[in-house]
């Protein structure tokens, strides 16, 4: 089973714009210091995935991770796609590796950039980038 709650559907909508839709692969990676998380890409479909049709968008996924992971909710927070499973939540903070907030780091990241009280150099960029865009 698969979630997407409508933040995402508005993501999707916002990628997809100019675009012309493609499946999207829910998939699982490796980062950073060892931390699993999900990802999405557009990609072409596979016998081995399943197919869920939500909001006007395909959502795939290899049947064995969804056997593993599932439920699986897909979500935005406005910078990025955030994705949960069984035993995986989304990553926190902005991709550094300690994902610690402030200059030095050391701040535990909610992994909300915009909002962080005292973001670290990507946060910063971050939200330079969301306020040009705006």
Do not use: W
Not at 24 to 48: D, H, N, T, W, Y
Not at 75 to 81: A, C, E, L, Q
Request: hydrophobic content about 30%.
């Amino acid at each position: 089973m698969i979630e997407v709650t409508p933040a995402a559907t508005q993501a999707m909508a916002e990628y997809f714009q100019d675009k012309e839709k493609g499946p999207v692969r829910i998939f699982l990676k490796m980062g950073g210091c060892g931390i699993r998380s999900f990802g999405v890409a557009v990609e072409p479909i596979q016998p081995s995935d399943q197919l869920f049709e939500i909001d006007g968008y395909t959502y795939i996924i290899e049947s064995r991770i969804l056997r593993q992971y599932g439920p699986i909710k897909v979500n935005s927070d406005g910078f990025s796609f955030r994705i949960s499973g069984n035993g995986i939540h989304p990553p926190i903070g902005c991709g550094t590796c300690g994902y610690g907030c402030g200059s030095r780091g050391g701040t535990r990241c909610t992994g909300v950039c915009f909002s962080c009280k005292t973001p670290c150099p990507t946060g910063q960029r971050i939200r330079t980038r969301r306020k040009v865009r705006a």
